[in-house]
Structure formats: structure tokens, C-alpha cells
């Protein structure tokens, strides 16, 4: 059971480390993606009322993935999963 949490750890270890040269490469894209993600999410919640709560931790989410974050929380919402 512990070799698996050490995987998970190791591949979450992995893609901060990916995201973090991305970062450093091209911050003007990031900061796009994470702006782009955050107007979505506020339309989506807006304009469908898809009544996802709009708290620290869904924003978090999307402001850090962009709008593979919006697709993961509105997801994540309709599955019953979260938020």
C-alpha cells in the first residue's frame, strides 16, 4: 500500500517539476492559460448555472491547471466527486 503512495507522490513530484520549467520558459503563456481558465469558469457558472461553488479551493484549482482545471472541476461537480 506504501509503494503506491510513494509512486503517487513521485509522479505528483514530477509534473510540479514539469510545470515549474514550463513556468520558468514561458510565463506569459502560463499566466494566460491561468486567466483564460478563470474567465471560463466564472461563464460556465454564469451563463449555465451549473451551481458549482465558487470557493478558494475550486479557483485554486483552476487558476493552477487552467482550463484542464475548469474541465476537472465541472467534472468532478457532475460526478458527484467534489464541489
Do not use: C, Q, T, W
Not at 1 to 8: L, R
Not at 34 to 48: E, R, T
Not at 63 to 79: N, T
Request: proline share 2%; net charge neutral; aromatic share 14%.
Amino acid at each position: 500500500m506504501a509503494a503506491y503512495f510513494e509512486v503517487g507522490a513521485l509522479l505528483v513530484a514530477f509534473l510540479l517539476l514539469l510545470l515549474l520549467i514550463k513556468f520558468l520558459r514561458h510565463p506569459l503563456l502560463v499566466i494566460g492559460n491561468s486567466v483564460m481558465g478563470i474567465v471560463v469558469f466564472l461563464a460556465l457558472d454564469y451563463f449555465f448555472a451549473l451551481n458549482i461553488p465558487i470557493n478558494l479551493i475550486s479557483v485554486g484549482l483552476v487558476a493552477f491547471a487552467g482550463l484542464a482545471g475548469v474541465v476537472l472541476v465541472v467534472l468532478l461537480h457532475f460526478l458527484g466527486l467534489g464541489f
